[in-house]
């Protein structure tokens, strides 16, 4: 293990906090721990990021990578609380399914939409295990900040590519793996992680545990292209009036402004 993974930073949805612990990952293991994290504390500690945000000054209103969704059939992978297949849903889409690895997710899913006069097909599921969705099915499989909690991102994507017709769209987003490694500190930013070190660790948030893994760009891009996918943008730049947004004062606005905090790809298979 690497013997700095104790100093990684933590960051999920921009929120710094808690100690890392490196571990031997099991997958069995990883998906019981942040099951239950998301069944019990996970949205009161970290929220949910949902559609149009992509994650931290990334929007799709100013992106515009879905485009018409009109009659489109659409699978949400990591459905959270389904905002996101709220936002859709508003905008005509033919067909909304849903994925999450946690039940109370699909429960508070099940709800959102039935209070907004929406309905999804809905699966509780780890994203890398077969569960039933159709293939050669979807125009648009997509994920908002949850792909990054996959315990196998090469098997995810071969799935999500068989879920796809030819030349559907897959579109995600995820913490910026250089965000990762940065944290502000005395008007500076520091590295506290290796870009490199993608180990798995734990952090404990209050009293509740999750288990994640910095991934590099690379490893994302060179898995697209091995499940099939060509890419055909990729967006890690801040939106500036979302910046301006932000309290002038936060740290995390001014760390925005000099290095990338989120990114998001569109690819399409092949």
């Known amino acids: 293990m690497d013997k700095n993974s104790a100093y990684r930073t933590n960051i999920i949805g921009g929120s710094e906090a808690g100690v890392a612990v490196s571990i031997d990952m099991s997958t069995h293991e990883v998906h019981r721990t942040n099951s239950l994290f998301w069944d019990t504390a996970g949205n009161t500690l970290l929220g949910a990021t949902s559609l149009p ?4 000054f990334v929007s799709e209103d100013k992106c515009r990578l879905f485009g018409d969704v009109a009659g489109k059939k659409m699978l949400e992978i990591g459905c959270g ?5 709220q936002y859709h849903g508003e905008r005509n889409a033919g067909e909304l399914w849903g994925m999450d690895l946690a039940e109370n997710q699909i429960e508070q899913t099940q709800k959102h939409l039935a209070a907004s006069g929406l309905s999804a097909k809905l699966i509780c599921s780890p994203m890398e295990e077969e569960c039933g969705i159709p293939q050669d099915y979807f125009d648009f499989v997509y994920s908002i900040y949850a792909i990054g909690w996959t315990t196998d991102l090469e098997g995810t994507f071969k799935r999500i590519a068989s879920y796809l017709k030819k030349d559907g769209v897959f579109i995600f987003s995820w913490s910026h793996p250089i965000h990762k490694c940065v944290v502000a500190e005395n008007d500076r930013l520091a590295f506290k992680k290796c870009y ?4 798995w660790y734990s952090v404990v948030l209050e009293e509740s545990t999750l288990t994640l893994s910095d991934r590099k760009l690379s490893t994302y891009i060179n898995e697209l292209a091995k499940a099939g996918f060509v890419i055909e943008q990729m967006i890690e730049e801040s939106d500036p009036d979302l910046l301006q947004s932000r309290d002038k004062n936060s740290d995390f606005a001014e760390k925005a402004k000099m290095l990338p905090v989120t990114f998001v790809f569109k690819a399409r298979k092949r």
């Open 81 to 85: 609380s389904g905002q996101s297949l």
């Open 53 to 56: 945000l992509y994650g931290a």
């Open 196 to 199: 490199f070190d993608e180990s």
